[in-house]
């Protein structure tokens, strides 16, 4: 009884404009993305149109929160680089691909949108040499799908010789990382663990669930990467208990593991 609006959805630009006709006293029932109700009735616009470029956001201002409380002995990074400084950031926002169980479809709409490679390399320089990061996840739903923007970050990276450690939290498309070229790239950049995004030891369920992958690809890249870079730590997420899921497909997902 409490919330008369809710935002949908992306709600930057949605939120400052509620904020203006709200103000000024003007008609809110428009507005791309707002919910509200109206007599007992709730209304829903439903999300249309989304910042195509959100450089035009600024960068997030983290001075007036107390950065010491961040990253230090919460995350699986403390395990591989103990005491380190893990602080994050987001470079794009939404996902191609259409995998059944992510909600990122739904909120951001199927496709990305990105943030300039220079603000995101400017970002990063903030973190570290403002806030002493140590290490710096990239909380994108799906950092690694475009190789060519990855690419031109890596090489800014090295240009402004950064000199730090990162990693990409999100879905890391396996695809992407069979590039032998474009995994020394992104290490000679500062990548330092890999977090993949295999989900399912059952090819059956991957169909399923949509998800572009081959389990034959996933373990290629593995043994690749143990021979090739055996310092880089690896993670990787699963997911069991499907609804059409068998005790056999299960067990063969914690066996694949």
């Keep these: 009884s409490n919330i008369y609006y809710v935002i949908k959805s992306e709600g930057e630009v949605t939120f ?3 904020l203006k006709k709200y103000y000024a006293s003007e008609d809110l029932k428009n507005i791309d993305g707002i919910c509200y109700d109206d007599n007992k009735k709730i209304v829903i616009n439903h999300k249309k149109n989304f910042i195509k470029d959100i450089s035009i956001l600024p960068i997030p201002d983290r001075t007036v929160l107390n950065m010491d409380f961040y990253g230090k002995g ?3 990074t403390d395990r591989v680089y103990p005491g ?4 994050t950031m987001v470079t794009s926002r939404g996902c191609p691909f259409k995998c059944t169980f992510c909600s990122n479809k739904n909120f951001w709409g199927q496709r990305i949108h990105y943030r300039s490679v220079e603000q995101v390399v400017d970002e ?3 973190l570290k040499y403002k806030y002493n990061a140590d290490i710096i996840g990239f909380h994108d739903d799906n950092f690694f799908v475009n190789k060519k923007r990855c690419v031109k970050i890596f090489d800014e990276i090295n240009r402004r010789k950064l000199k730090v450690k990162w990693l990409a939290q999100g879905g890391t498309l396996v695809r992407s990382l069979a590039d032998e070229e ?3 790239k992104a290490l000679e950049s500062g990548l330092c663990f890999l977090n993949l995004a295999i989900e399912s030891g059952s090819q059956k369920t991957l169909d399923l669930i949509k998800k572009p992958l081959y389990l ?3 373990r290629q890249l593995v043994t690749n990467v143990k021979k090739k870079y055996p310092e880089l730590y690896m993670n990787s997420g699963f ?4 609804p059409f899921e068998t005790k056999k497909d299960i067990i063969h997902t914690f066996e694949y593991s």
């Excluded at 380190?84 to 602080?87: G, Q, T, W």
């Excluded at 997911?239 to 499907?242: H, P, R, S, Y």
């Design 16 to 18: 400052a404009e509620f």
């Design 74 to 76: 919460r995350d699986v």
């Design 84 to 87: 380190a400084h893990y602080l």
């Design 124 to 126: 990063m320089e903030i």
């Design 182 to 184: 474009f995994m020394e």
């Design 216 to 218: 034959a690809e996933a």
């Design 239 to 242: 997911i069991i208990g499907f």
